[in-house]
């Protein structure tokens, strides 16, 4: 099959990262007899210097008409670059934004996984970690609190107050609850929707819509969870967690919870996906420009990224599954860069790390 991907490699240690990317993706087409086209643009500061402008239209056109976008990660340090003398509408975030929204990228997917050999990264004590654990969080990204109406005023009496409403409809509900339950399927069928149902009206809505969509998948097991519970399992028992189902802000949080509790942050990919198949698909850090340039980055959450974008844009679930093979395997023939490395394995650089999982990649 012949795909075309974006390829946005962004600021700092984001061309390196993303170079290790393309040649895993690379591989896997030699191996599987696929063609990947690549269509290169720019963004966040790389953009800036360039056209003025973090985001083009142009650019932005490219991303739309192509199967996939896979990214780097964009911005500079925010004390020290120029680019954030410029006002907030022409600084490199200002793109991510514009990029999800133009793109309807509604479903945020975020992996937290507990590879065997990084253990010793991982807060938690040992009996709580027992074989590890796997889980993902799908966390809706245009609607709700961040999106709702919001505003400040002073009463008559002078004190100021502020408000902030949380919005849902039943559609934006239901097509996020969808992608979890279809995302469910392709790991070991258990969804943990989390809500706040015992006092949000839209918590009830999102409760009952979530029932209605697990009707359609007889196969998936459901419960429903308390975010405050939530929040408290993640840390006492995340074993039990397959597939966390949750609105925005509950999201924002917990999902950043269950990625620091693996303790590798260059170790942890994401998604984000449109109603149908196009995704941006970029690891959880960010551009590291106290480490670019010098070949220490770790790339592994961007080709992690990249087995993602293969998995739900492609539909290519053997070739994904050989990439994260060949990630597992690195790990436990010893190799490591800086950010996780331990006594007795061998350190490496970015390309070198690139090098060692390609060459695993099996048919
Ligand atoms: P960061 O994630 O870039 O870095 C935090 C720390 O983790 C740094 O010490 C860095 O060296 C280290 N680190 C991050 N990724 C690593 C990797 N792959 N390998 C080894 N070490 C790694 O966060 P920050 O320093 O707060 O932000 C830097 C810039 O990135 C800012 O401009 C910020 O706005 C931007 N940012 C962009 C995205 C994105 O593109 N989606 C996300 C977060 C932050």
């Given at each position: 099959m012949n795909y075309r991907i974006a390829v946005i490699k962004g600021d700092g240690i984001g061309p390196e990262i993303v170079n290790e990317a393309i040649r895993v993706l690379d591989r896997v087409a030699e191996q599987y007899g696929h063609t990947f086209e690549y269509r290169e643009i720019l963004m966040g500061g790389a953009s800036i210097d360039v056209?003025?402008?973090?985001?083009?239209d142009e650019a932005l056109e490219v991303a739309k008409s192509s199967d996939a976008v896979l990214m780097g990660a964009i911005g500079g340090?925010?004390?020290?670059?120029?680019?954030?003398?410029?006002p907030p509408s022409l600084r490199p975030e200002a793109a991510l934004l514009r990029i999800r929204k133009e793109l309807g990228l509604f479903a945020n997917i975020r992996p937290a996984y507990l590879y065997e050999e990084l253990k010793q990264a991982c807060p938690l004590r040992d009996e709580i970690i027992g074989m590890g654990f796997d889980m993902v969080v799908m966390r809706e990204l245009t609607g709700g609190l961040y999106f709702g109406e919001r505003g400040t005023e002073r009463r008559e009496d002078g004190t100021r107050v502020s408000h902030d409403s949380l919005v849902y409809d039943e559609n934006e509900i239901r097509r996020i609850a969808i992608r979890g339950f279809d995302v469910a399927m392709k790991r070991r069928k258990k969804v943990t929707s989390v809500d706040k149902a015992n006092v949000l009206d839209s918590s009830r809505l999102w409760r009952a819509v979530v029932n209605e969509v697990a009707a359609d998948y007889p196969e998936v097991e459901l419960e429903h969870m308390l975010v405050d519970n939530c929040a408290m399992q993640l840390v006492r028992d995340p074993k039990q967690f397959d597939v966390i189902l949750t609105e925005n802000m509950f999201g924002d949080i917990l999902s950043d919870e269950a990625s620091m509790v693996?303790?590798?942050?260059?170790?942890l990919s994401s998604a984000s996906l449109n109603e149908g198949k196009l995704g941006l698909y970029e690891p959880s850090?960010?551009?590291?420009?106290?480490?670019?340039?010098?070949?220490?980055?770790?790339?592994i959450a961007t080709i992690l990224s990249a087995a993602m974008l293969l998995r739900y844009s492609f539909d290519l679930d053997r070739e994904a599954d050989a990439v994260e093979a060949a990630v597992k395997q690195v790990l436990k023939d010893g190799y490591r860069t800086v950010d996780i490395m331990s006594p007795g394995c061998t350190l490496v650089g970015t390309a070198e790390m690139g090098r060692q999982i390609l060459e695993r990649i099996e048919r």
């Open positions: 056209y003025g402008v973090p985001l083009t340090d925010t004390n020290t670059s120029p680019w954030y003398q410029l693996t303790g590798s942050i260059g170790m850090h960010g551009s590291a420009p106290d480490i670019a340039g010098q070949d220490k980055a770790n790339p």
